[in-house]
């Protein structure tokens, strides 16, 4: 549009400068013709070279225009950008927080087995369920919340409840001598469970399950 407009101004002009020309000789010049040719080459000079510097001037406050609207648009992208890396970031350190609460709360599940495990060889103390109940509970208030989903807070929980349970009738035996029985009735279900909180652990961190770490295999386990 601006191109159309300057074309015809152009036009105008020139012809402007053309007829301004062919009335500025006199007409009863001696060399009229001459002299028309000589007006009208500088008028139509002079017409170009406004011309020109009005398209100079067009043009540069077009790219100053073009400089802002570009400075502002990077603007906006560097603070998008900005934004998205601190989000990112963020993320990566709430990611780090999250696989930190499943580590510590498998190493308290897997100590809290170990300590249980006296139980075999009718070593167990009222002071140990203190240990496990301390350590668990423990575990559970600084990290449980930073579980990814409610199915791993679930399973956890019946951790939790397990080796609370097994602590609480522990005292409960009549002698020292049926440790070892109640432990072969509980361990099955403690192994289960903690099996399968370390393969969610396994899978939060490799994204694939492995076995045979932490509690030790389920036959071992059981053996223990």
Not at 8 to 33: C, D, G
Not at 198 to 210: E, I, N, W
């Amino acid at each position: 549009m601006t191109s159309t407009i300057l074309i015809a101004a152009y036009v105008f002009l020139l012809v402007v400068a053309l007829v301004a020309s062919y009335f500025w000789v006199p007409f009863n010049a001696v060399n009229r013709v001459e002299d028309l040719a000589k007006v009208a080459t500088v008028a139509c000079t002079a017409v170009s070279a406004l011309m020109a510097a009005i398209v100079t001037i067009i043009n540069f406050d077009r790219a100053a225009k073009e400089a802002r609207k570009l400075a502002h648009l990077n603007l906006k992208l560097q603070k998008r950008l900005a934004k998205y890396n601190a989000n990112l970031e963020k993320q990566v350190i709430a990611g780090k927080r999250r696989t930190t609460a499943y580590i510590k709360l498998f190493t308290a599940a897997q100590g809290a087995y170990y300590t249980l495990n006296k139980l075999a060889s009718e070593t167990w103390h009222s002071t140990d369920k203190d240990t496990v109940n301390a350590a668990m509970t423990a575990a559970a208030t600084a990290n449980a919340g930073f579980l990814e989903n409610a199915e791993d807070k679930q399973l956890w929980d019946r951790i939790w409840q397990k080796t609370n349970f097994i602590a609480e009738r522990a005292l409960k035996l009549p002698a020292k001598e049926a440790q070892p029985q109640f432990w072969r009735d509980q361990i099955s279900d403690l192994s289960n469970l903690l099996f399968a909180f370390q393969k969610v652990v396994d899978t939060h961190l490799h994204g694939k399950s492995a076995g045979g770490t932490g509690a030790g295999s389920r036959s071992d386990a059981i053996e223990a």
